[in-house]
């Protein structure tokens, strides 16, 4: 008894408030009586240590059925009463038509922005998923490191693959493709051109996709492709060719190096979610009969290697190092180069390889998918916001159900099965509506998604979260809201404690939906001003009366000077030059430079033309200093350069003049300086202009350039055309307008625009559809207020007034916080091209007044008709 | 006739002996001072709500006590077809053992 006149020992609170959870009421006095007196006895038995475990042990024991609380047992067929919450919704839904139609339609295209977000970037992560094996397969990638910027190459040098199998043994397979898009081919005197892919057996087997023989229709390609000078065709280029799959087979197809394959096989299109797609497959034999194997070159070759999902990758890097040391570093120079092992799931997401791999923006995904999460949230906001706004009048409904023993779940129950209802309509609409405008979305896109809208479980399964975000996000707040409502209160008239709270919540979404939109709108302002810009701004060269004619193939010098001549004497031809590239729609050569007469000693990148004498002319390249011309011209070497003003201030001349006269050696070829020409473009706007070098020449060029006089060109193009055929009968005349070439560099960001445009037009229409149905429903309930005004004297404006100035004080709270995140974002967006446009005020003005336009409108449709109605007839209904 | 298991006899029978003293700790300790073994309190207390289900006992709460820091006693006792049925278990338990020879019940004769 001692231990209890100290401090009077009480049985542990822990296990007595965990009794306490559990228990039910009935029960828990007793027991805990009979538990407390078990503790008393025991502590004087063997002390409190043990009695409390003892304690401890009989909570636990007396954790059962019996003492568990009982859900109240409210003995109602679940069932029945499910009925009746979708009966009653239905008739409220019914009430209000208009209100519900707007909600309804709102969240439906809502829908159908998500599905079609969700289907666009489950394609763009599918890249060569088709592959089982796709886990196992690996890209090997060389990263060249420059002393101002790292260059990421997915392309590697021919011998690569062959190296690799001797040096490894880790890898399952090792195989090589090199890619020929383009490629001019002959068939009967016919020049077509395909996309060409050299690849042998290892690489259907590799790709196992292509090993299943329900992919090929005629031939084995592994057996066709391990033999010289064959090819397999697609379905589509064999019907394009020889109309049939059946007709090509044995066919005869020069290549451009008139090299003679033979067709022994058809296959079916590749999928068009790949990385490495193909017309025909040409056996890697063929190739590697004509091409060289050189470590130093970094050929049109992509390496692969087939690891075992087992091999810990990060284990294979000394041996990598190793093997880069060997061979790379040998010929590019220690710390030059390195190699990586690439994920092939990862290949279409790695914009470091966006130069010579078709990439995707994986930023570019996730504002697409958090533009559906906005416009999706929009649509819930304009549900939450009537509901709230309607639970005034729906609070005697719900005072009734309380005082007649519905409990807080079935208040709940009931709110829920309304959104619930409503959701689902919304869903099914939009599902259909978004299968129907799948293709004009992937053509207006151009993702190249293919127009078949497929139901997949995945599709299924998003569908599924979507029903559910929605349901919760537009019904759990309104149904938390209206169950905690007081019945007595309400029934005596008193609505909700604090009618402000939902007043201010209110006020707050619609200033969300509102910030929302304006950062749309600013955005697509921004973009579509970029894409201005991209035409608008002055590239040093003229692109608008230029056109190019594709010189290709084995055509001798003389032949194509007389094609110059010959079209130099047609009207409306200005000028023409012949060269080896042309600025920001045919490339440009890349090496590196020196200058013995400089100060600056070191090797750097330059970009060079090769060009005739009527290059500059021809287009309309400013001359600074000096001559662009040099005579003779002659064919072996090069006799004079024309540079541009940034490699003037690379090489630290002060000006165009310094530079005439100073040798330079470009791939190999030493000659003076002759004249310096004005900065022009030569790449995207993406990058900065770099120091170009253009060498004066004859050689078998592949560009003629023509520079032409008058807007009836396209109709002269008949007249070229027959120029050609005199020199060339058995060639098709090739050719492109520079400015049509040059749109197609910004598709990316065209096509980013247009998304932009189609989502910022939607979620502006749907948050309308929220402004709609609330300002029509606060006119509705001010309408005697109105009346009453309009009796005392007030004027139709100064009551429309009235009732825009809520609106207007959210319109212009929202316009102060869109500013600075659509000047973050649209920022940020702009930072990826060397040359932008500067955002500026009146593109967030234009953004502004849009957005108050379309506010005041949709308000004022409603309070219009609010403020001219009789004062009469509002003040006689009751 | 119910079922009654051997563990909800013996405490059917407990009940009644002690009469109106009957709740949880007292069954207790004489379920552990005749048999021998100590119920667990958990399977103690479920064993009586369940015979209270079934309609075999009746319960009361009695006063506040101290030592149990003022909480209320819950008695037991048995009701009439409590009493009905453990004289049906006690038959049917005799009608069975009288028949076996050599064991010595003290009854016989």
């Known amino acids: 008894m001692d231990s209890m006149n100290k401090t009077s020992p009480k049985p542990p609170q822990l296990a007595d408030r965990f009794m306490e959870w559990f228990c039910s009421p009935e029960v828990i006095e007793t027991l805990q009586g009979d538990l407390h007196e078990l503790y008393y006895e025991r502590l004087d038995e063997m002390g409190r240590k043990r009695a409390n475990l003892h304690y401890y042990l009989d909570v636990l024991d007396v954790c059962r059925p019996f003492a568990w609380k009982k859900r109240k047992s409210t003995r109602i067929n679940h069932l029945d009463m499910l009925s009746n919450h979708f009966k009653i919704s239905l008739r409220h839904l019914s009430k209000d038509i208009g209100g519900n139609l707007l909600n309804i339609t709102g969240l439906m295209l809502g ?14 992560t599918s890249f060569d998923s088709f592959h089982e094996n796709n886990k196992e397969l690996y890209r090997v990638t060389n990263n060249y490191y420059y002393p101002t910027f790292t260059m990421y190459v997915g392309q590697t040098p021919n011998p690569m693959a062959e190296a690799l ?61 391990a033999k010289i000078n064959t090819t397999v065709l697609t379905q589509s280029l064999a019907e394009k060719i020889f109309g049939s799959s059946q007709e090509a087979v044995g066919k005869i197809m020069t290549l451009s190096n008139e090299t003679k394959i033979e067709v022994a096989g058809v296959m079916k299109d590749p999928p068009s979610n790949t990385n490495f797609p193909f017309e025909q497959l040409v056996s890697r034999l063929t190739y590697e009969s004509f091409a060289g194997s050189h470590f130093g070159n970094v050929s049109i070759t992509n390496t692969f290697v087939q ?156 569908i599924l979260g979507l029903l559910v975000f929605i349901c919760l996000s537009m019904g759990l707040y309104p149904a938390m809201l209206f169950s905690k409502f007081q019945p007595l209160q309400v029934i005596r008239g008193k609505v909700m404690a604090s009618p402000s709270k ?34 608008s701004k002055d590239l040093g060269f003229e692109k608008e009366s230029l056109m190019v004619v594709k010189v290709l193939g084995n055509i001798p010098i003389e032949k194509r000077l007389a094609l110059k001549q010959k079209f130099e004497q047609l009207s409306f031809v200005e000028e023409t030059t012949l060269s080896s590239h042309i600025p920001m729609s045919a490339g440009h050569g890349s090496t590196g430079l020196t200058s013995q007469d400089s100060e600056i000693k070191d090797r750097f990148n330059v970009q060079y033309i090769y060009a005739d004498n009527d290059f500059l002319d021809a287009m309309d390249i400013e001359l600074l200093a000096g001559k662009a011309s040099i005579s003779p011209i002659t064919e072996d070497t090069v ?113 980013f625009s247009k998304i932009i445009k189609a989502f910022t037009i939607i979620s502006i229409i749907i948050a309308c559809f929220g ?108 | 006739m119910i079922k009654l298991g051997a563990f ?40 009586l709500y369940r015979l209270e289900d079934k309609g075999l006992l009746k319960s009361w709460e009695g006063g506040a006590t101290a030592e149990r820091g003022g909480r209320r006693k819950k008695f037991y006792s048995l009701t009439s077809f409590g009493i009905k049925t453990l004289e049906e278990a006690h038959q049917l338990r005799m009608d069975l053992s009288k028949d076996i020879k050599g064991l010595n019940l003290g009854f016989h004769e």
């Open chain 2, 8 to 47: 909800e006899e013996l405490v059917l029978l407990a009940v009644g002996a002690l009469g109106e003293e009957a709740y949880g700790v007292a069954i207790k300790a004489l379920l552990t001072e005749k048999g021998g073994k100590k119920p667990s309190i958990g399977a103690l207390h479920s064993a």
């Open chain 1, 639 to 751: 006799r004079g350069y024309v540079v541009n003003e940034t490699l003037i201030g690379r090489l630290a001349w002060d000006n165009p003049e310094e530079a005439i006269g100073k040798r330079i050696t470009v791939n190999g070829s030493e000659a003076r300086i002759m004249g310096v020409a004005k900065d022009f473009h030569t790449q995207s706007l993406h990058r900065q202009i770099k120091p170009v070098a253009i060498a004066y020449g004859i050689r078998d060029y592949p560009y003629l350039g023509v520079k032409y006089k008058t807007d009836g060109l396209r109709a002269s193009v008949g007249q070229m055309e027959d120029t050609w055929k005199t020199l060339f009968p058995d060639r098709n005349f090739d050719y492109f307008f520079q400015n049509e070439q040059m749109g197609t560099m910004y598709d990316t960001e065209v096509r």
């Open chain 1, 502 to 535: 939902g007043v201010s919540l209110r006020r707050g979404l619609i200033a969300f939906q509102l910030v929302i939109s304006q950062v749309l709108i600013i955005a697509a302002i921004v973009i579509g001003s970029q894409l201005d810009y991209f035409q």
């Open chain 1, 771 to 878: 402004l709609i149905g609330l300002s029509a429903f606060s006119s509705v309930r001010r309408f005697k207020e109105i009346g009453v005004r309009k009796v005392l004297g007030a004027s139709v404006p100064s009551i429309l007034f009235l009732i825009s100035k809520e609106f207007i004080f959210i319109m212009l709270i929202s316009f102060a916080l869109s500013y600075p995140i659509a000047h973050y974002l649209t920022g940020a967006w702009l930072q990826e091209f060397a040359y932008s446009v500067d955002l500026s005020w009146w593109m967030f003005a234009k953004a502004c007044i849009i957005t108050t336009i379309l506010t005041l409108l949709t308000v004022s449709f409603q309070s219009v008709k609010a403020a001219l109605i009789n004062p009469v007839e509002s003040l006689r209904r009751e």
């Open chain 1, 111 to 124: 829908v159908v922005c998500c599905i079609i977000i969700f289907l666009t970037i489950k394609y763009e």
């Open chain 1, 307 to 462: 690891i075992p999902e087992a091999v810990d990758i990060a284990q294979l890097r000394p041996a990598l190092d190793a093997f880069n040391e060997k061979y790379m570093e040998a010929v590019w120079g220690e710390d030059f180069v390195s190699m990586d092992l690439q994920p092939l799931a990862e290949i279409h997401l790695d914009e470091r390889f966006s130069s010579d791999t078709y990439t995707t923006n994986k930023s570019y995904l996730w504002t697409l998918g958090f533009i559906g999460l906005l416009i999706i949230v929009i649509a819930c906001i304009n549900f939450v916001n009537l509901a709230t706004a309607k639970g005034v009048k729906r609070s005697l409904e719900i005072g009734m159900r309380k005082i007649l023993g519905g409990s807080k779940q079935h208040i709940l129950g009931q709110f829920m099965s309304e959104s619930f209802l409503l959701a689902i309509v919304a869903l099914g609409l939009g599902l259909l509506l978004a299968q129907y405008s799948f293709p004009y979305f992937s053509e207006l896109t151009n993702l190249n998604i293919g127009n078949d809208f497929v139901y997949s479980p995945i599709l299924w399964l998003f």
């Open chain 1, 165 to 225: 199998k001797t040096d490894f043994t880790a890898f399952e397979k090792v195989f090589a493709i090199s890619t020929n898009y383009d490629h001019p081919i002959t068939v009967e005197e016919e020049l077509y051109t395909s996309d060409i892919l050299y690849a042998d057996q290892h690489f259907i087997q590799g790709f196992d996709y292509y090993n299943d023989p329900k992919q090929w229709i005629i031939g084995n390609p592994n057996e066709i492709l």
